[in-house]
């Protein structure tokens, strides 16, 4: 399969008093997209933050206790994306979850779901100060790729999209599609993502995919102000927007946005594009260093 429509979100962060609102959200969501005839659909970084208004405020209040009470609903949450993928026939990329290690400490990882089940996961490799200094998330270790059916996908989490080793190292492991799921509360920190997706959509002629929270929870202390719009970046050559956005999600609701890709257009524009960005990249390496 070279065709394919996705759906990438612009998700908002809900209050919940009950498990089954929650349920509903989702299934609604989920069946709105796949309603449109969206095969494959992302969610963003750490929309799953949601989860601690479950557990009062004494909890959602808590950096540190949120993360350890949303463990005891992990397993729910994920036979729910199994259930949703399955039913509606769709993969799905999971809203990212800080899951507990055996160590103690926690990952934030983003599982990629489909008709039969996970598909495979990657944990954030490169952490924020806010993970590192108040929120204490540790970085994992691999870099992943996930065989599907509409061939392999990488994951930058946010602000490993700013990294361009990461999905290089994706793309030669034959990656033409890297999913960006994101969570940013400034528009400083959004065009960052932002940035970092188009140069690795440049420099490695591939698509990417962005989807980020949305809005206001001013509850939550984790994720109280969410900004950035849901965006499908291109390579910028031949076939492609000359500005290398595909689309982008409106500035002012929570929102699915869609595109048609044709996954078969990255080997065209690699071998009969303008320019040779995936093809160059090794000649830097040739350069003397003196001259970088």
Same mark, same amino acid.
């Given at each position: 399969?070279?065709?394919?429509? @996705?759906?990438?979100?612009? +998700?908002?962060?809900?209050?919940?008093?009950?498990?089954?609102?929650?349920?509903?959200?989702?299934?609604?969501?989920?069946?709105?997209?796949?309603?449109?005839?969206?095969?494959?659909?992302?969610?963003?970084? +750490?929309?799953?933050?949601?989860?601690?208004?479950?557990?009062g405020e004494k909890v959602y209040k808590d950096l540190d206790g949120q993360l350890h009470a949303m463990q005891a609903v992990y397993p729910e949450w994920q036979a729910l994306y199994k259930e949703l993928a399955r039913q509606f026939d769709v993969m799905i990329l999971a809203t990212t979850y800080p899951v507990l290690q055996d160590d103690g400490s926690f990952r934030n990882r983003a599982n990629l779901y489909g008709p039969d089940g996970l598909m495979g996961y990657q944990d954030k490799?490169?952490?924020? /100060?806010?993970?590192?200094?108040?929120w204490l998330v540790k970085a994992g270790n691999d870099?992943?790729?996930?065989?599907?059916d509409i061939g392999k996908i990488g994951i930058n989490i946010c602000y490993d999209?700013?990294?361009?080793?990461?999905? /290089?190292?994706? @793309? @030669?492991?034959?990656?033409?599609?890297?999913?960006?799921?994101?969570?940013?509360?400034?528009?400083?920190?959004?065009? /960052?993502? /932002?940035?970092?997706?188009?140069a690795r959509a440049l420099e490695n002629q591939c698509y990417v995919i962005q989807s980020p929270t949305f809005g206001n929870a001013e509850w939550s202390e984790a994720v109280d102000v969410n900004t950035g719009r849901a965006s499908i970046y291109t390579p910028v050559d031949y076939g492609f927007p000359d500005n290398g956005i595909l689309v982008e999600g409106s500035h002012d609701q929570a929102e699915w946005v869609y595109a048609d890709l044709d996954l078969a257009e990255i080997a065209r524009v690699r071998k009969e594009g303008q320019v040779f960005n995936y093809r160059d990249w090794v000649k830097q390496n040739e350069l003397d260093g003196s001259l970088l």
């Open positions: 399969m070279t065709k394919l429509k @996705v759906a990438t979100s612009q +998700y908002d962060i809900s209050f919940f008093t009950q498990w089954s609102d929650f349920v509903d959200k989702l299934t609604q969501w989920v069946s709105l997209a796949a309603g449109n005839q969206a095969k494959l659909l992302v969610l963003p970084e +750490y929309g799953s933050m949601e989860l601690p208004s479950l557990f490799l490169i952490m924020t /100060r806010f993970e590192n200094e108040q870099i992943k790729v996930i065989d599907t999209s700013e990294f361009p080793l990461i999905a /290089r190292q994706q @793309v @030669v492991a034959g990656a033409d599609l890297i999913l960006v799921p994101s969570c940013t509360d400034t528009e400083a920190g959004f065009h /960052r993502v /932002r940035i970092g997706c188009q």
